[in-house]
């Protein structure tokens, strides 16, 4: 989809400078005072006037008829649309004056030098067929006007308008088509007019003569001025501080630290200019609807429709738990396994009639939308639960999940020993791990030794210890949750499959009491089984943590909203790049709003169902810090980073990969080299050069503003490249995209298959170890019922319903879904040279297809084909609509 354009044609506004020129740390740009188009007429700037309007160009004898015909989308909004405006805007309609379009001529006019002047006119509707509505209009043009370079439009209703597309017909070299897909507000809203480009990119040097002005124009209204609070229809792009995800003013406890800044380095947000709170003056406000994000980034309504749905069908499985009418106590547990399988066969049965409320309108609105005439709603069983009723107990399943499951990204090579933690000492305890090579070699059986090991890159770990530890003495006193530091140490198989060997968890010396360690180990003692089963809890509540706060939020949604701002800011819809980008930006500042109101929030999702509590945007916010830089976002660098890879030029892809049956790695490997070369294809294209890079101003500001304004508090670090050749922009390009399409798709679509079970990855463990520190009974409770100490362990009914709610609905594909490289943007269409490289991309991702098919029926990779093993489909290109497990949307879309 193409940006659609937004320029000030009437009235222009003066924009003045901004008065402080930095918010919170962040260098913005300096937008100078401009003179109206009016006022510039004789100057050689654009002056589009609505007077005297005339489909004939004034002073021509020789003209050329042109029809435009626009496609309007009727939305759920405009079809709903009843009252006085509406009854006004069908008499517009029957009057031919629904709106009024401006050709604009793309070169200067040669006499006087100044731009031509528009030819105008009304468009009429002449068709409405399904859920699209045709208009139509007729111009003369004089025979000397020249090319058309962007279409101005106004819309004459009260309400705003979804234009698909407007094509014009009567050129004697075929018709000229300008892609919008844009919502177009009403002229009573803002008088402005918008403007969009047609489908021919330009470099910057490339733009002809008649649209220069326009397109810098546009830049700066889609800038903004930095003042005021944002309204539903404006489109500027801002940025700001995460200082909205608290609530003081309803109560103090709800205040949260501002992530964003020197104390709590984080990347920047889209700004909503929403006032203060009256108790902390550095918190916005919190919005009573979701915060403001520019229009089109808002969701169609098949995606709200279908969001909407979903949402209330996992909204009310998530409240039912807590309604005192259908349990006794919000924070009970499951009395056994046979419990936890309810939610999937037995549902749990609605006293609709006794609800009041919100809660009772939005059930009886939709409940014959989700089904279950007999008010009983069930969770689906999730696929892993269906082909292996036990697969979560498995120490093998365990450890396969770190190679195939939803959080494939912690995994690390061990390449010293003994362990140590980076942490001080004098706070935090011995730097020195418990687990010892006595301990490794004898789970090891005397195949090697530990040293042997890491020679021949044996050990792996997933390392929470320096993550956690700082916090377990916050968490603990002010959350009563058992925090650890942990590792979980594993070796790896001649098969190619991992096997755990030990779990340390540590309580740093805290209230009087010294630093706390103990290690576990599977063993075929009952004791040492169940504290075995127990420590897994611990672990994987820490992992589930860090895939939902770190693999999933920060680096796919966050760490991509200043990449989109910058690229509205700074390159033009006509900018080559910026049409290769935009589809791959689809939705993520909506879906990103949504996780500031709804999951990072203070008492949101994250807060309420895992371990660290109030803290865990401060911990995010600690990862992004210690860990991000950009060019290990790159999978190759990613891989290299953690030990999983080495480069390696005979290799395929150019690396050998440390366990050759990784499955995110071995798919993902093919599918970021098809995106690099699309991008090397494309990028040689525009970049003929070496030299264009460096002198492509608008490139060089949009990676210069994501340095040092969306990730300000990194911008003085290592990692950020150049931006010299066109193979600087490739590889800064793939990174981007791959972001927004394989790493987002693996860690999001496969949330409910392992999420979906609370025994298999539960978001918290409630209840401390039993061995740290247990007074007598508490240890015969666990000597005695070992199971029931398990399960106390395990999220309540509560934060299970909430937890499979929310993953639900992130792992369900829309039907407006966009895939990766299945459907061609119009401007790439438009130039053969990009249509055909394109095609080879959209090739490439075909054969992927095939190659995951193959590799899932190959008996000998047992990370990803075995008995009761769902198949590792997460990198497979193309999906139908639902939760299917599959399919790499072009953008970070939920």
Same mark, same amino acid.
């Given at each position: 989809?193409?940006?659609?354009?937004?320029?000030?044609?009437?009235?222009?506004?003066?924009?003045?400078?901004?008065?402080?020129?930095? #918010?919170?740390?962040?260098? +913005?740009?300096?937008?100078?005072?401009?003179?109206?188009?009016?006022?510039?007429?004789?100057?050689?700037?654009?002056? *589009?006037?609505?007077?005297?309007?005339?489909?004939?160009?004034?002073?021509?004898?020789?003209?050329?008829?042109?029809?435009?015909?626009?496609?309007?989308?009727?939305?759920?909004?405009?079809?709903?649309? /009843?009252?006085?405006?509406?009854?006004?805007?069908?008499?517009?309609?029957?009057?031919?004056?629904?709106?009024? !379009? =401006?050709?604009?001529?793309?070169?200067?006019?040669?006499?006087?030098?100044?731009?031509?002047?528009?030819?105008?006119?009304?468009?009429?509707?002449?068709?409405?067929?399904?859920?699209?509505?045709?208009?139509?209009?007729?111009?003369?043009?004089?025979?000397?006007?020249?090319?058309?370079?962007?279409?101005?439009?106004?819309?004459?209703?009260?309400?705003?308008?979804?234009?698909?597309?407007?094509? %014009?017909?009567?050129?004697?070299?075929?018709?000229?088509?300008?892609?919008?897909?844009?919502?177009?507000?009403?002229?009573?809203?803002?008088?402005?007019?918008?403007?969009?480009?047609?489908?021919?990119?330009?470099? @910057?040097?490339?733009?002809?003569?008649?649209?220069?002005?326009?397109?810098?124009?546009?830049?700066?209204?889609?800038?903004?001025?930095?003042?005021?609070?944002?309204?539903?229809?404006?489109?500027?792009?801002?940025?700001?501080?995460?200082?909205? +995800?608290?609530?003081?003013?309803?109560?103090?406890?709800?205040?949260?630290?501002?992530?964003?800044?020197?104390? *709590? @380095? $984080?990347?920047?947000?889209?700004?909503?200019?929403?006032?203060?709170?009256?108790?902390?003056?550095?918190?916005?406000?919190?919005?009573?609807?979701?915060?403001?994000?520019?229009?089109?980034?808002?969701?169609?309504?098949?995606?709200?429709?279908?969001?909407?749905?979903? $949402?209330? $069908?996992?909204?009310?499985?998530?409240?039912?738990?807590?309604?005192?009418?259908?349990?006794?106590?919000?924070?009970?547990? *499951?009395?056994?396994?046979?419990?936890?399988?309810?939610?999937?066969?037995?549902?749990?049965?609605?006293? /609709?009639?006794?609800?009041?409320?919100?809660?009772?309108?939005?059930?009886?609105?939709?409940?014959?939308?989700?089904?279950?005439?007999?008010?009983?709603?069930?969770?689906?069983?999730?696929?892993?639960?269906?082909?292996?009723?036990?697969?979560?107990?498995?120490?093998?399943?365990?450890?396969?999940?770190?190679?195939?499951?939803?959080?494939? &990204?912690?995994?690390?090579?061990?390449?010293?020993?003994?362990?140590?933690?980076?942490?001080?000492?004098?706070?935090?305890?011995?730097?020195?791990?418990?687990?010892?090579?006595?301990?490794?070699?004898?789970?090891?059986?005397?195949?090697?030794?530990?040293?042997?090991?890491?020679?021949?890159?044996?050990?792996?770990?997933?390392?929470?210890?320096?993550?956690?530890?700082?916090?377990?003495?916050?968490?603990?006193?002010?959350?009563?949750?058992?925090?650890?530091?942990?590792?979980? !140490?594993?070796?790896?198989?001649?098969?190619?499959? %991992?096997?755990?060997?030990?779990?340390?968890?540590?309580?740093?010396?805290?209230?009087?009491?010294?630093?706390?360690?103990?290690?576990?180990?599977?063993?075929?003692?009952?004791?040492?089984?169940?504290?075995?089963?127990?420590?897994?809890?611990?672990?994987?509540?820490?992992?589930?943590?860090?895939?939902?706060?770190?693999?999933?939020?920060?680096?796919?949604?966050?760490?991509?909203?200043?990449?989109? %701002?910058?690229?509205?800011?700074?390159?033009?819809?006509?900018?080559?790049?910026?049409?290769?980008?935009?589809?791959?930006?689809?939705?993520?500042?909506?879906?990103?709003?949504?996780?500031?109101?709804?999951?990072?929030?203070?008492?949101?999702?994250?807060?309420?169902?895992?371990?660290?509590?109030?803290?865990?945007?401060?911990?995010?916010?600690?990862?992004?810090?210690?860990?991000?830089?950009?060019?290990?976002?790159?999978?190759?660098?990613? /891989?290299?980073?953690?030990?999983?890879?080495?480069?390696? @030029?005979?290799?395929?892809?150019?690396?050998?990969?440390?366990?050759?049956?990784?499955?995110?790695?071995?798919?993902? +490997?093919?599918?970021?080299?098809?995106?690099?070369?699309?991008?090397?294809?494309?990028?040689?294209?525009?970049?003929?050069?070496?030299?264009?890079?460096?002198?492509?101003?608008?490139?060089?500001?949009?990676?210069?503003?994501?340095?040092?304004?969306?990730?300000?508090?990194?911008?003085?670090?290592?990692?950020?490249?150049? +931006?010299?050749?066109?193979?600087?922009?490739?590889?800064? #390009?793939?990174?981007?995209?791959?972001?927004?399409?394989?790493?987002?798709?693996?860690?999001? &679509?496969?949330?409910?298959?392992?999420?979906?079970?609370?025994?298999?990855?539960?978001?918290?463990?409630?209840?401390?170890?039993?061995?740290?520190?247990?007074?007598? =009974?508490?240890?015969?409770? *666990?000597?005695?019922?070992?199971?029931?100490?398990?399960?106390?362990?395990?999220?309540?009914?509560?934060?299970?319903?909430?937890?499979?709610?929310?993953?639900?609905?992130?792992?369900?594909?829309?039907?407006?879904?966009?895939?990766?490289?299945?459907?061609?943007?119009?401007?790439?269409?438009?130039?053969?040279?990009?249509?055909?490289? &394109?095609?080879?991309?959209?090739?490439?991702?075909?054969?992927?297809?095939?190659?995951?098919?193959?590799?899932?029926?190959?008996?000998?990779?047992?990370?990803?084909?075995?008995?009761?093993?769902?198949?590792?489909?997460?990198?497979?290109?193309?999906?139908?609509?639902?939760?299917?497990?599959?399919?790499?949307?072009?953008?970070?879309?939920?």
């Amino acid at each position: 989809m193409m940006k659609p354009q937004a320029c000030q044609l009437d009235s222009i506004r003066t924009i003045p400078p901004l008065k402080n020129p930095l #918010l919170h740390g962040c260098a +913005l740009p300096f937008n100078p005072r401009r003179t109206s188009f009016k006022k510039a007429r004789n100057k050689g700037k654009l002056a *589009f006037s609505t007077r005297n309007i005339k489909a004939v160009h004034p002073g021509t004898e020789k003209t050329v008829g042109v029809k435009a015909t626009v496609t309007v989308k009727q939305t759920v909004s405009s079809m709903t649309n /009843l009252g006085l405006n509406r009854g006004l805007d069908d008499i517009q309609d029957l009057l031919g004056r629904t709106m009024l !379009l =401006e050709l604009v001529c793309a070169e200067l006019d040669p006499r006087t030098g100044g731009e031509k002047e528009t030819v105008k006119g009304y468009a009429r509707q002449v068709s409405k067929k399904n859920h699209d509505v045709k208009y139509e209009a007729k111009f003369e043009i004089p025979a000397g006007f020249g090319e058309i370079g962007a279409v101005a439009v106004e819309n004459e209703h009260h309400k705003e308008m979804y234009i698909q597309e407007i094509v %014009l017909d009567g050129f004697h070299n075929g018709p000229v088509r300008v892609k919008c897909a844009s919502w177009v507000h009403s002229k009573f809203d803002n008088p402005q007019k918008r403007v969009f480009f047609t489908n021919k990119s330009y470099m @910057p040097w490339e733009t002809p003569s008649g649209l220069k002005k326009l397109r810098e124009e546009e830049l700066k209204v889609m800038r903004g001025d930095g003042q005021g609070e944002r309204k539903p229809f404006d489109r500027v792009y801002d940025y700001d501080v995460y200082n909205d +995800l608290g609530d003081p003013d309803i109560d103090l406890s709800k205040k949260r630290p501002i992530l964003g800044g020197k104390q *709590f @380095p $984080y990347p920047r947000r889209c700004r909503t200019g929403r006032p203060m709170c009256d108790t902390d003056p550095v918190s916005e406000k919190r919005a009573s609807v979701l915060p403001y994000v520019p229009r089109d980034e808002v969701f169609s309504d098949v995606k709200m429709l279908t969001f909407s749905i979903n $949402y209330v $069908y996992c909204l009310l499985h998530s409240m039912i738990p807590s309604l005192e009418h259908a349990m006794a106590d919000a924070n009970s547990g *499951f009395s056994s396994f046979s419990d936890i399988d309810k939610l999937f066969n037995e549902g749990i049965e609605l006293p /609709l009639e006794e609800e009041k409320g919100f809660l009772k309108s939005v059930i009886h609105r939709f409940i014959k939308t989700i089904t279950a005439a007999n008010s009983v709603l069930r969770f689906e069983p999730p696929p892993t639960l269906c082909k292996d009723k036990l697969f979560w107990i498995r120490d093998e399943e365990f450890a396969r999940q770190t190679l195939a499951g939803c959080n494939p &990204f912690s995994i690390r090579l061990v390449t010293e020993w003994p362990l140590k933690s980076k942490l001080d000492p004098k706070m935090y305890g011995p730097s020195e791990s418990a687990i010892s090579k006595e301990l490794i070699e004898r789970q090891i059986k005397g195949y090697m030794t530990v040293d042997e090991a890491i020679e021949q890159k044996k050990l792996f770990i997933l390392d929470y210890h320096d993550w956690y530890l700082p916090y377990v003495e916050k968490v603990r006193n002010d959350e009563g949750k058992p925090l650890y530091g942990s590792r979980t !140490l594993f070796f790896l198989n001649p098969d190619d499959t %991992l096997r755990p060997l030990a779990i340390e968890l540590t309580r740093p010396p805290m209230d009087g009491k010294p630093v706390w360690k103990s290690v576990y180990t599977p063993s075929l003692n009952p004791t040492d089984v169940w504290l075995w089963r127990l420590a897994k809890v611990h672990v994987l509540a820490h992992d589930s943590f860090y895939h939902h706060i770190i693999s999933h939020w920060l680096r796919s949604h966050c760490y991509t909203e200043p990449y989109i %701002l910058a690229a509205n800011r700074q390159l033009s819809e006509m900018h080559p790049i910026y049409r290769l980008l935009h589809p791959h930006f689809r939705y993520t500042m909506e879906t990103n709003a949504l996780g500031r109101q709804f999951l990072i929030s203070a008492d949101g999702i994250m807060e309420s169902n895992f371990n660290a509590g109030k803290y865990c945007v401060e911990l995010s916010s600690l990862a992004y810090g210690q860990e991000w830089r950009f060019d290990h976002q790159a999978l190759p660098a990613d /891989l290299i980073s953690r030990g999983m890879a080495v480069e390696d @030029p005979s290799a395929p892809h150019g690396l050998s990969l440390a366990i050759k049956d990784y499955p995110y790695a071995n798919d993902g +490997l093919i599918l970021w080299d098809a995106i690099k070369q699309w991008i090397s294809e494309y990028v040689s294209h525009y970049y003929s050069k070496a030299s264009f890079v460096e002198s492509d101003e608008e490139l060089q500001a949009w990676w210069k503003e994501i340095r040092i304004v969306g990730h300000f508090d990194k911008k003085d670090e290592p990692g950020w490249p150049d +931006l010299r050749t066109p193979q600087d922009l490739i590889e800064i #390009l793939t990174t981007i995209i791959w972001v927004c399409t394989g790493h987002h798709a693996s860690v999001n &679509f496969g949330q409910y298959a392992y999420n979906g079970y609370v025994p298999n990855r539960p978001t918290i463990a409630r209840t401390k170890m039993p061995d740290e520190d247990p007074s007598e =009974e508490q240890w015969k409770h *666990f000597m005695e019922n070992p199971e029931a100490v398990l399960l106390e362990c395990l999220p309540s009914k509560l934060q299970a319903a909430r937890v499979m709610t929310v993953v639900n609905v992130l792992s369900y594909h829309s039907p407006d879904e966009e895939y990766i490289g299945e459907t061609i943007e119009p401007s790439w269409e438009e130039n053969p040279d990009i249509k055909a490289a &394109f095609d080879r991309f959209h090739g490439r991702l075909v054969e992927l297809e095939s190659v995951v098919d193959k590799r899932n029926g190959d008996k000998n990779l047992k990370n990803r084909c075995g008995a009761g093993i769902i198949p590792y489909e997460y990198l497979k290109p193309f999906s139908e609509p639902g939760m299917t497990g599959k399919g790499v949307p072009n953008s970070i879309s939920i």
